[in-house]
């Protein structure tokens, strides 16, 4: 017997089916890599006409709270996983109900979800975030902006991302034109960091517990959007091993299955601070199909079926590049510079909308 929370062992074979909740460039891309294994993947998302739907063999094109749908889909496949956090936790509850194992589970989309929950989890368990204090109402944010040092960010608790639903705050602030603009959400003011630079730890672990990492990029973000990863990052090699120690201890406290990335700040005097993490294949891994033995994309697969992990050791240097909005209008040029191409298929371009992502690879150094 393997339950919900993963036991190990192989759930599926090659020719099975698997699920993924979301129709988003990850779940394309988790799908594609998934097709390479033998394996069908069904997906689950309200979008019609989605990336991941595309390159699926079953589509319920359904809300996450359908639960006729949500049954027919468990049924239909051996495990299921997730390619965006904010998969209500009630839709993962619906599949595993049905029978269906879902990996990584739905605490560790519950945590992720709400950024305070997220915060406080990393100090329960030893890892530093920046300062941070809950905003329920207008009359706390200048309260709360003092007691993380006068200089800082309001983010809404749920839902963002792409550094959307964000403020910066500074000093003496109009409390209400701030509260507008994350529309009256509950939400953190958290310390502005004044980072040296910024890494993430990309890993993945079995539901035996083994854990493999990938070296850690330095990430590149404009307007809270990240635009580059550069591999391997430049910190110091005492640096990437606390950050990986940082993102083991994390994963392994959330009993996780899957992989995993944890985002980091290094601040000018040191220290490792943790900004969020993703409970799924994330964007600052881009790059790993294409400069390493073994991808984050198959990894995921790998670790979610029970399969033995494969070897994220790096072959190549390099960078890689999302393209947003507009950008991906230049796919020919970077086809003829010898980049590895990746583009989404997205119908709709619009400012700032990852389209596609851009790899160059160098000789390793
Ligand atoms: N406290 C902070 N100090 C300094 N920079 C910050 C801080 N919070 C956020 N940023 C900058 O904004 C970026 C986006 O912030 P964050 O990761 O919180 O948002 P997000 O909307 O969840 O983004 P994403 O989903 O793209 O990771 C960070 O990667 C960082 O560059
Ligand atoms: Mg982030």
Same mark, same amino acid.
């Given at each position: 017997?393997?339950?919900?929370?993963?036991?190990?062992?192989?759930?599926?074979?090659?020719?099975?089916?698997?699920?993924?909740?979301?129709?988003?460039?990850?779940?394309?891309?988790?799908?594609?890599?998934?097709?390479?294994?033998?394996?069908?993947?069904? $997906?689950?998302?309200?979008?019609?006409?989605?990336?991941?739907?595309?390159?699926?063999?079953?589509?319920?094109?359904?809300?996450?709270?359908?639960?006729?749908?949500?049954?027919?889909?468990?049924?239909?496949? /051996?495990?299921?996983?997730?390619?965006?956090?904010?998969?209500?936790?009630?839709?993962?509850?619906?599949?595993? *109900?049905?029978?269906? #194992?879902?990996?990584?589970?739905?605490?560790?989309?519950?945590?992720?979800?709400?950024?305070?929950?997220?915060? @406080?989890?990393?100090?329960?368990?030893?890892?530093?975030? *920046?300062?941070?204090?809950?905003?329920?109402? &207008?009359?706390?944010?200048? !309260?709360?902006?003092?007691?993380?040092?006068?200089?800082? &960010?309001? /983010? $809404?608790?749920?839902?963002?991302?792409?550094?959307?639903?964000?403020?910066?705050?500074?000093?003496?602030?109009?409390?209400?034109?701030?509260?507008?603009? &994350?529309?009256?959400?509950?939400?953190?003011?958290?310390?502005?960091?004044?980072?040296?630079?910024?890494?993430? &730890?990309?890993?993945?672990?079995?539901?035996?517990?083994?854990?493999?990492?990938?070296?850690? !990029?330095?990430?590149?973000? =404009?307007?809270?959007?990240?635009?580059?990863?550069?591999?391997?990052?430049?910190?110091?090699?005492?640096?990437?091993?606390?950050?990986?120690?940082?993102?083991?201890?994390?994963?392994? @406290?959330?009993?996780?299955?899957?992989?995993? *990335?944890?985002?980091?700040?290094?601040?000018?005097?040191?220290?490792?601070?943790?900004?969020?993490?993703? !409970?799924?294949?994330?964007?600052?891994?881009?790059?790993? #199909?294409?400069? %390493?033995? $073994? +991808?984050?994309?198959?990894?995921?697969?790998?670790?979610? %079926?029970?399969? !033995?992990?494969?070897?994220?050791?790096?072959?190549?240097? =390099?960078?890689?590049?999302?393209?947003?909005?507009?950008?991906?209008?230049?796919?020919?040029?970077?086809?003829?510079? +010898?980049?590895?191409?990746?583009?989404?298929?997205?119908?709709? $371009?619009?400012?700032?909308? /990852?389209? +596609?992502?851009?790899?160059?690879?160098?000789?390793?150094?």
């Amino acid at each position: 017997m393997t339950s919900a929370s993963g036991t190990g062992g192989a759930l599926v074979k090659p020719g099975d089916a698997i699920g993924i909740l979301g129709g988003g460039q990850l779940g394309r891309m988790l799908a594609l890599a998934a097709a390479d294994l033998g394996l069908d993947v069904h $997906t689950l998302a309200p979008e019609t006409d989605s990336p991941a739907s595309r390159v699926a063999r079953k589509t319920w094109v359904a809300a996450y709270d359908d639960a006729v749908a949500l049954k027919e889909f468990a049924a239909s496949v /051996k495990v299921a996983t997730i390619e965006f956090e904010n998969i209500p936790t009630d839709a993962v509850d619906a599949i595993v *109900a049905a029978g269906t #194992p879902v990996r990584p589970d739905a605490r560790c989309l519950a945590v992720s979800q709400d950024r305070l929950a997220e915060k @406080s989890y990393f100090r329960d368990i030893g890892i530093e975030p *920046a300062a941070f204090a809950r905003v329920d109402t &207008v009359d706390q944010i200048q !309260p709360a902006l003092d007691s993380v040092g006068g200089s800082g &960010v309001l /983010k $809404t608790r749920f839902s963002g991302y792409d550094g959307k639903g964000q403020v910066r705050l500074e000093g003496r602030v109009t409390a209400s034109a701030a509260w507008a603009s &994350v529309e009256a959400q509950r939400s953190i003011i958290e310390a502005w960091i004044d980072h040296e630079r910024e890494l993430s &730890v990309v890993l993945a672990r079995t539901a035996d517990g083994e854990v493999r990492f990938w070296d850690p !990029p330095d990430n590149i973000h =404009g307007k809270g959007v990240l635009r580059r990863s550069l591999f391997p990052s430049a910190a110091s090699p005492d640096v990437i091993e606390r950050a990986k120690s940082t993102a083991k201890t994390l994963a392994d @406290s959330l009993d996780y299955v899957g992989v995993l *990335a944890l985002e980091l700040f290094l601040t000018r005097d040191g220290r490792l601070l943790a900004n969020e993490f993703a !409970p799924r294949v994330h964007n600052s891994g881009h790059w790993t #199909p294409d400069a %390493c033995i $073994t +991808g984050q994309f198959e990894q995921h697969i790998r670790a979610v %079926c029970g399969w !033995p992990l494969g070897d994220p050791a790096r072959h190549s240097d =390099g960078e890689m590049i999302n393209l947003l909005g507009a950008e991906a209008n230049d796919w020919e040029k970077h086809l003829a510079d +010898g980049a590895r191409v990746h583009l989404y298929g997205k119908r709709r $371009t619009a400012d700032g909308r /990852k389209m +596609g992502h851009v790899v160059k690879l160098r000789p390793r150094g």
